[in-house]
């Protein structure tokens, strides 16, 4: 079958470094989503990754290995703002979106 | 600005009603998707729609109905045989089935009283 694990709840530090693992299995690849979504509100898009490696987009980074059926999301200089959830999905081969559940980031100051 | 627009933001039904959800866009997407949120879980597809006039069931279809009379609309009618439809739901569009990522609304949130 077809499933996303990322961990429920984080909780991290106002200016420090967290990781958001994903760990995906689809029925065919076409790609890995990472969105954020605060309380209430609608899941915004942050990145996408096909290919194996790290893309980098401001404090927000994300790595994806298509061999480990792995990816992560990298958030540095942790602002309060950046409390909320991070949304993984995996594309698989029919261009469906499969979701993570979302993990819930805690900052603390 | 372009963006998706859904209505109402909060809904209050009484059991054995049906509600309509309203999602409209115009970034002139081709692709418009319905998903339900419910807490501790991952999105779930509830209908989608690639083309004008034709839409095909997600993964949560039942007790739900869709039209899409119009590239612009795809309302999402909760009818009285959903079970347990309080939840949180999604209004999304992208250019294309294979394309890009998805742009949501701002969500509507049903309560059955």
């Known amino acids: 079958g077809q499933n996303i694990d990322q961990p429920t709840e984080m909780t991290a530090t106002e200016g420090a470094i967290v990781q958001i693992n994903c760990t995906y299995q689809t029925s065919g690849f076409n790609g890995l989503f990472w969105y954020q979504q605060h309380a209430g509100e609608a899941p915004t898009f942050l990145s996408y990754n096909v290919l194996d490696g790290l893309e980098e987009k401001g404090r927000f980074s994300s790595f994806l290995s298509r061999s480990k059926g792995y990816s992560y999301l990298l958030l540095k200089e942790l602002q309060m703002k950046d409390s909320a959830s991070y949304l993984c999905?995996?594309?698989?081969?029919?261009?469906?979106?499969?979701w993570g559940a979302g993990t819930k980031l805690i900052i603390k100051p | 600005d372009g963006g998706i627009t859904q209505s109402p933001k909060y809904l209050f039904r009484k059991e054995g009603q049906n509600v309509t959800l309203s999602c409209e866009q115009n970034?002139?997407?081709?692709?418009m998707y319905w998903y339900r949120q419910d807490p501790g879980q991952g999105l779930r597809l509830i209908y989608y729609s690639q083309i004008v006039n034709d839409f095909q069931k997600g993964d949560i279809a039942e007790g739900y109905s869709v039209s899409r009379e119009k590239k612009e609309s795809f309302p999402l009618t909760v009818t009285s045989a959903q079970k347990n439809p309080t939840a949180f739901y999604l209004c999304a569009s992208k250019p294309g089935e294979d394309t890009g990522e998805l742009f949501f609304g701002e969500g509507s949130r049903l309560t059955v009283l």
């Open positions: 999905a995996a594309m698989d081969s029919n261009y469906q979106l499969i």
């Open positions: 970034l002139n997407h081709d692709a």
